[in-house]
């Protein structure tokens, strides 16, 4: 069995078709179907099935798939371990964040895991948790930070290290939001607004309509925190950010109005392996002293 052979196929279940898989490894469809076949008369068994609206997985496709995934992943692994051994390249290690992970807490862990580990080489990857289950299944990633986790692979751990507060948040000088005693006295602001994390938009719909006020109709909606953040401290628009986001801005007021209901947990993913790496096991440790740090506020306004 060779291990381009299960890449292939695992190309093959991911992309759920010949062609795309084909095209993103820059082979010809008659190639990839000749590794496929391959593999399926040394192991006796049918893996895919051919159907109109693509391929599909066999019952012995999903055995062979989730062994295939770990064994590649750690063959990755031995690579990069063997390059850096070697001198051939620096340690490296491979994060995702999500956009909650991005805006808040992660990007703090993630500056302080570079200072911890000088000669680690870092790259950072954006997405969800979907991207971040294939990432670290193929070994694409070494760990990755979210907000939520719905349905856990058995061989991804998700550790819950923490949790991130969520607030209003407007420019220093927004009258309004310096004199909001509770969620009602906002009725009326004009909101910038993009996705919250899943779980927490029903909570803020929930409090508005508790408070007496309709639930929040954006001004602007948008997914950019670069532009939100941008049209904050320019205007008197209101939105709904994560704590951590805020106390490094020397420009923006966060109120928790909601008495500490919006929070979302702060989740470490990682492939199940028998043991953590050192830079796993410090981003663990430092994603706790973060929320830890960040925990709950001694009063309702996060100024720096």
């Known amino acids: 069995m060779e291990l381009r052979d299960l890449e292939y196929f695992v190309g093959?279940?991911?992309?759920g078709s010949l062609t795309l898989a084909a095209r993103q490894r820059g082979l010809s469809q008659q190639a990839l179907s000749k590794s496929l076949a391959r593999l399926e008369a040394e192991l006796g068994v049918t893996l895919l099935e051919r159907t109109p609206k693509g391929v599909m997985v066999t019952r012995m496709g999903e055995a062979l798939l989730s062994r295939a995934r770990t064994v590649l992943a750690e063959v990755g692994h031995f690579r990069r371990d063997v390059d850096v051994a070697l001198g051939r390249s620096a340690a490296q290690f491979a994060v995702g964040l999500s956009p909650?992970?991005?805006?808040?807490?992660?990007?703090?862990a993630v500056l302080r895991l570079q200072q911890k580990f000088a000669r680690l080489r870092m790259r950072v990857e954006p997405?969800?948790?979907?991207?971040?289950v294939r990432q670290l299944l193929a070994g694409d990633l070494d760990a990755a930070i979210t907000a939520s986790i719905s349905h856990p692979d058995p061989q991804?751990?998700?550790?819950?290290?923490?949790?991130?507060r969520w607030v209003v948040v407007g420019r220093k000088e927004n009258r309004l939001l310096h004199q909001a005693k509770t969620i009602a006295d906002l009725a009326g602001a004009d909101w910038i607004f993009g996705k919250l994390p899943d779980g927490l938009d029903a909570r803020v719909d929930q409090h508005f309509m508790e408070a007496g006020i309709d639930p929040i109709q954006p001004r602007i909606?948008?997914?950019s925190i670069l532009f939100?953040?941008?049209?904050?401290?320019?205007?008197?628009?209101?939105?709904?950010?994560?704590?951590?986001?805020?106390?490094a801005s020397a420009q923006l007021l966060g109120r928790d109005l909601a008495g500490g209901q919006w929070t979302t947990p702060l989740i470490l993913m990682r492939r199940r392996r028998a043991s953590l790496s050192p830079a796993e096991a410090a981003l663990a440790d430092i994603l706790k002293e973060e929320a830890a740090r960040l925990g709950p506020l001694s009063s309702d306004r996060t100024d720096p």
């Open 12 to 15: 093959v279940v991911d992309t």
């Open 228 to 247: 939100g953040m941008s049209a904050l401290v320019v205007s008197d628009m209101l939105a709904i950010l994560p704590q951590s986001m805020v106390v």
């Open 100 to 108: 909650a992970a991005a805006a808040g807490i992660g990007r703090f």
């Open 156 to 164: 991804i751990m998700a550790t819950r290290v923490g949790e991130e």
């Open 221 to 223: 909606a948008t997914h």
């Open 127 to 132: 997405g969800v948790e979907a991207d971040f």
